[in-house]
């Protein structure tokens, strides 16, 4: 079975800085997918960012990154140049079969001007 | 393209009753997904439709079904509602590749009182 962590319930930054949100997976699959989801007040879920296990290197959107450490089953996100609008419940989620998501606990983050 | 529609957007329904819930995933796409999200819970993946077929089922109860249309339009009903089954229920839709992308709707914020 698959299992997502996010160990992090919540997190601040100030406006302008960086941010890492923190997320730790298991699976038995070789063959998967892991995404950031944003979840603003709204509760529209977002894709933020998508990493296939594959690819060796780390995806990048903009202002987000991630940092993909497949032998640690690793995958966190950072967030540079904060700003307000990046406010809202950052999930992790691992996709192995078909299009089933397996979400973590969610990280609340807060951005401070 | 128009997005992915939840209809309606809000439910108040009584313990014992049955609801129905709708979704319209994004034009082209013959995959939906169903998640019901609860602060104790977070965010749990029901079942996956795709063509018309039902392609991978969570863990909840037989009271939890859905069902797929010619036109990928997806309904998902619970029966005998109970004060549990309050939540956020979110509809995903995506292409008929596995384990791309999901786009998510806003979801039916259903109340069971």
């Known amino acids: 079975a698959q299992t997502v962590t996010q160990s992090q319930p919540e997190m601040s930054v100030q406006e302008a800085e960086t941010v890492t949100l923190s997320c730790t997976y298991d699976?038995?699959?070789?063959?998967?997918?892991l995404f950031w989801y944003k979840q603003p007040p709204s509760r529209q879920m977002i894709l933020v960012i998508r990493?296939?296990?594959?690819?060796?290197q780390n995806a990048t959107e903009n202002r987000f990154s991630v940092n993909f450490q497949k032998a640690a089953k690793s995958f966190s996100l950072k967030i540079s140049d904060s700003q307000l609008g990046d406010a809202a419940m950052y999930f992790c989620?691992?996709?192995?079969?078909?299009?089933?998501?397996?979400f973590g606990a969610g990280t609340i983050l807060r951005v401070k001007s | 393209k128009a997005g992915v529609t939840q209809t309606p957007r809000y439910l108040i329904k009584t313990r014992g009753q049955q609801v129905t819930l709708s979704c319209s995933p994004i034009?082209?796409?013959?995959?939906v997904s169903w998640y019901q999200q609860t602060p104790g819970q977070g965010l749990q993946f029901l079942f996956e439709?795709?063509?018309?077929?039902?392609?991978n089922k969570g863990n909840f109860p037989g009271r939890f079904s859905g069902r797929q249309f010619s036109n990928s339009r997806s309904e998902m009903n619970v029966s005998t509602l109970e004060l549990g089954d309050s939540a956020l229920y979110l509809c995903?839709?995506?292409?008929?590749?596995?384990?791309?992308?999901?786009?998510f709707g806003q979801g039916t914020r259903l109340t069971v009182v």
């Open positions: 995903a839709s995506s292409d008929d590749q596995e384990r791309t992308e999901a786009f």
């Open positions: 699976t038995s699959e070789s063959d998967y997918y």
């Open positions: 990493q296939e296990a594959y690819k060796q």
């Open positions: 989620a691992s996709n192995a079969y078909g299009n089933k998501l397996v």
């Open positions: 034009s082209g796409h013959r995959s």
């Open positions: 439709y795709f063509s018309e077929t039902q392609r």
